[in-house]
T-cell receptor, first 113, second 110 residues
């Protein structure tokens, strides 16, 4: 089975802190994605990557950056956390040519105080 | 702008009471429509992909259908374990990313 592992289930940070959310997949997928999920707004795409060291902006990239140094790992970085970044963050992966069928991690609930 | 709207937002059913969830979309050149299931505290899990109007897919008590403007997810004789949030998403022919709807929370009571 495909496994997408997110490093933390719950995270509490203070405004202004730099936050790293880590995601690792074990199925050699080329594509990786970061979404945030908010009540009433559904899933919104932050960033995605189709290859190592490659990244593309999604629909809401402001305030975020990403890093993909290895194929299996995709990190989301909040350079200076703000309260409006309190959300559920979901990482997903998919094989090349199949970006529709995504495999999701269990999510990280981030609270910024 | 691409839009995906799911209704109702929430649905309470008695065990065995069949019902349907709606996903309406506006997108130029649909390439595919996808249904996911999300349990509390977990990430979404893929259910179906539909590519063309008239197509149907089935899995256990779930059946997904597609028209040119909307998709339905029919739940036949649901059981409590069908309780979850069901998400719909679309991808357009010229695009490379999914656009999700807000989801429908389904609660099936025994």
């Amino acid at each position: 089975d495909v496994k997408v592992t997110q490093s933390s289930r719950y995270l509490v940070k203070r405004t202004g802190e730099k936050v790293f959310l880590e995601c690792v997949q074990d199925m050699d997928h080329e594509n990786m994605f970061w979404y945030r999920q908010d009540p009433g707004l559904g899933l919104r795409l932050i960033y995605f990557s189709y290859d190592v060291k490659m990244k593309e902006k999604g629909d809401i990239p402001e305030g975020y950056s990403v890093s993909r140094e290895k194929k299996e790992r995709f990190s989301l970085i909040l350079e200076s956390a703000s309260t409006n970044q309190t959300s559920m963050y979901l990482c997903a992966s998919s094989p090349s040519g199949s970006d529709e069928k995504l495999f999701f991690g269990s999510g990280t609930q981030l609270s910024v105080l | 702008e691409d839009q995906v709207t799911q209704s109702p937002e929430a649905l309470r059913l008695q065990e065995g009471e069949s019902s349907s969830l709606n996903c309406s979309y506006t997108v130029s050149g649909l390439r595919g429509l996808f249904w996911y299931r999300q349990d509390p505290g977990k990430g979404p899990e893929f259910l179906f992909t539909l590519y063309s109007a008239g197509e149907e897919k089935e899995k256990e008590r779930l059946k997904a259908t597609l028209t040119k403007k909307e998709s339905f997810l029919h739940i036949t004789a649901p059981k409590p374990e069908d309780s979850a949030t069901y998400l719909c998403a679309v991808i357009k022919a010229a695009g490379n990313k999914l656009t999700f709807g807000g989801g429908t929370r389904v609660l099936v009571k025994p």
